[in-house]
């Protein structure tokens, strides 16, 4: 495949107007092409690189900025808002961390979720997304064997985040970052729990090789499956681990009360 560049800021080709310049911007925000925490470009390039007046980019930017699509920085630039966190509320995300029939509700949705996304990517994905599933399951493989632990745990984000913008869906691609942002704050469970053993991780290794290979493949019947048994496994997983953790309490209780003195 022949490598394009592509500008993410192309020049406005309509009456370069501030309305024209936010549409633009929307999209990349809508696409996810835009992330949270991304800077612009400062202004000077940016007004270039959209064939647009100074006073026009500005009027355009203000307006994303009034609502909640920006923020700028005195001195510091203009970047992507938190939009991802505002999905749920602090009061829901603080609700939901205290209740932990939460995490079996979560744990089914995204089953779901991810089963028809993995499933659309399959079938949708370009050439420019396989690449990129590609590279990340290759960091995977060798965060993998080289014991990285971090670097396994943020390669397994990046690899469920590709697959949803693979599946070209923006509804789903939102909805998904919202469920990997209140995974990664550990509300629901604490992503090491999983992790916390070599057989774990080799199993979750294989199940990522085995939603891969199905996306890769184009079979989306078996990427759904594949993503589907995956999260089977997780909640399998957190269950175990979450009574090993018990058992280990319990059994600290008892070896204390072992070692108090005997009362006369």
């Known amino acids: 495949m022949t490598e394009t560049a592509f500008d993410l800021f192309a020049p406005i080709s ?65 970047y992507v808002a938190d939009i991802i966190g505002q999905v749920f509320s602090p009061a829901v995300v603080d609700l939901i961390a205290r209740h932990q029939r939460a995490t079996g509700d979560y744990i089914e949705y995204r089953r779901e979720l991810e089963g028809i996304t993995a499933e659309l990517a399959a079938r949708r994905a370009t050439d420019y997304d396989r690449q990129m599933l590609t590279r990340i399951m290759d960091a995977m493989r060798e965060a993998h064997a ?79 499956n594949a993503a589907q048994a995956h999260m089977d496994y997780i909640a399998v997983a957190i269950r175990e681990a979450e009574r090993s953790g018990e058992w280990q309490r319990i059994s600290q209780l008892r070896m204390q009360k072992r070692n108090l003195p005997a009362k006369a």
């Open 146 to 224: 080289g014991g990285s632990f971090d670097d396994e745990l943020e390669t397994d984000v990046e690899l469920h985040n590709a697959i949803g913008e693979a599946a070209h869906n923006i509804v789903l691609l939102h909805t998904l970052r919202s469920c990997y942002r209140l995974l990664a704050q550990g509300i629901f469970f604490h992503r090491h729990l999983v992790f916390s053993s070599q057989e774990a991780r080799e199993h979750l290794l294989a199940q990522h090789e085995a939603i891969y290979a199905a996306i890769m493949a184009r079979d989306g019947n078996a990427a759904r």
């Open 14 to 78: 309509h009456d370069r107007t501030a309305d024209e310049v936010v549409r633009q911007i929307e999209l990349l925000l809508l696409e996810g092409v835009l992330r949270d925490g991304d800077r612009l470009p400062g202004e000077r390039e940016l007004s270039k690189r959209l064939d647009v007046s100074r006073p026009i980019l500005r009027e355009a930017l203000k307006a994303l900025e009034t609502r909640g699509l920006l923020v700028s920085q005195h001195g510091g630039g203009t």
